[in-house]
């Protein structure tokens, strides 16, 4: 496994400072515990609903589901450890728990779902809209693009490869339409938007602002539809984020350009600018430009991070939806501020360039990666080896700073 031979090299065992209290986004009572209802059903509950005892032995911690110890792990310095045990029982529940309840998720242009657990997690689905080979037509602007289901999965997992562990955990997923979303939803507006086509296929199309219609609706086979199930994050009103804007955001305007790709020298202002001024922020931002020019995402216009550790702690890289969109085109602006600031951290300069060799080629790994989704192939091999070439180009910009 070349995969099992990456996560064992040197680059990928520099250990993290360590985690005090203070590095931790929540203090746990480590006497609360969760056990299953006595009835006999899948249902989780607080130990002070609960009639049944643990078996002794256990800790309170044991007693929690997988989506509450993945919420509680998250520190500083990472979404989730780099072996992290709980991973592979988190991606199989996100692919195969019984879904409870399907409601749309408000604002974004596009249509998605909030599914509910019988364990109380929650995870948010995106389904497909698109074939794995169907590339964005060369005239779409990147803001009219659609998201794309598959680049959900395989962002996660570009993520966790490059070792920046700052996507939560996505699974691929067959739902079925009728039951485990038209059937169960107390969503009145989505439940207004279920018909049966021409072809005998069950679709809808919820409500939002661009591509909600009887024109863009979402059909399943006949009611079979592929999506991907992300793990939520922990809920605001308990770990709250804060949103910044890009820097290096596009216009988003047809016309229109943004003041960076009119200002050669556009970094020595942002370096100047608070968060930007002082510690990793930059770095980070940079490493996130990297994960967005080999997915080929345009559309990184925000970012968050939790409010509690304030500007000492990482990005998270969340809506990946509008990557892998071309395979056959790169877009170089989106490497604008590596290019622009020169600036990378070490760290991950030599991993892109472990992921250049033969042993550990970036392409090769990633296919590994996504080979065990539900899902696979989550990706056509044509977007595979665009991966292996943009990472060529971002090796050769890092080279051009360091001839500078």
């Keep these: 496994s070349k995969l099992a031979a990456l996560f064992k090299h040197p680059l990928y065992n520099i250990p993290i400072p360590e985690v005090t209290e203070k590095d931790k986004l929540f203090i746990v009572n480590p006497m609360e515990k969760f056990s299953l209802r006595r009835s006999g059903s899948d249902e989780w509950v607080s130990s002070s609903k609960a009639e049944t005892l643990l ?91 659609f998201e794309r289901h598959n680049a959900e999965i395989a962002a996660f997992h570009l993520d966790r490869i490059l070792d920046f562990r700052r996507i939560p955990p996505v699974s691929g997923r067959l739902v079925n339409i009728t039951k485990e979303i038209r059937d169960i939803t107390t969503d009145k507006k989505l439940a207004k938007t279920f018909f049966i086509s021409p ?28 999506g991907s199930m992300a793990a939520l994050l922990p809920d605001k009103a308990l770990a709250k984020r804060s949103s910044w804007r890009s820097p290096w955001r596009r216009s988003y305007h047809k016309s229109k350009k943004a003041e960076w790709e009119l200002n050669p020298n556009y970094c020595a202002q942002v370096r100047e600018t608070p968060p930007y001024d002082r510690g990793h ?115 050769e910009a890092v080279g051009h700073c360091l001839a500078r």
Excluded at 202 to 224: I, M, Q, W
Excluded at 336 to 355: F, G, M
Aim: hydrophobic fraction near 35%.
């Design 281 to 395: 922020r930059l770095l980070d931002l940079i490493d996130m430009t990297i994960l967005d020019f080999l997915m080929g995402n345009m559309d990184r216009h925000h970012y968050e991070t939790f409010e509690k550790f304030g500007n000492d702690t990482f990005l998270l890289h969340l809506d990946n939806g509008r990557g892998f969109g071309t395979h056959s085109r790169d877009e170089p602006s989106i490497l604008a501020p590596l290019q622009q600031c020169c600036s990378i951290k070490k760290s991950t300069y030599l991993r892109l360039q472990l992921l250049a060799t033969q042993p550990y080629r970036l392409s090769d790994v990633l296919r590994e990666a996504l080979a065990a989704d539900p899902l696979a192939p989550v990706l056509a091999e044509p977007h595979l080896r665009a991966l292996d070439r943009r990472l060529g180009k971002v090796l």
């Design 199 to 226: 072809a005998g296929n069950v679709c809808f199309y919820g409500e939002c602002s661009y591509y909600c219609s009887t024109e863009h609706a979402l059909c399943g086979k006949p009611d079979r539809l592929e």
């Design 55 to 145: 078996p002794t032995g256990k800790t309170a911690y044991d007693t929690y589901p997988t989506w509450l110890k993945f919420h509680i792990g998250i520190n500083r310095y990472e979404l989730y450890p780099r072996r992290d045990p709980l991973l592979p029982t988190l991606l199989q529940d996100l692919a195969t728990q019984r879904i409870v309840s399907s409601v749309q998720k408000s604002g974004g242009t596009q249509l998605k779902l909030i599914m509910r657990f019988p364990n109380y997690g929650q995870a948010l689905f995106k389904p497909m809209k698109q074939t794995r080979d169907q590339e964005t037509p060369i005239d779409f602007f990147y803001f009219s693009d």
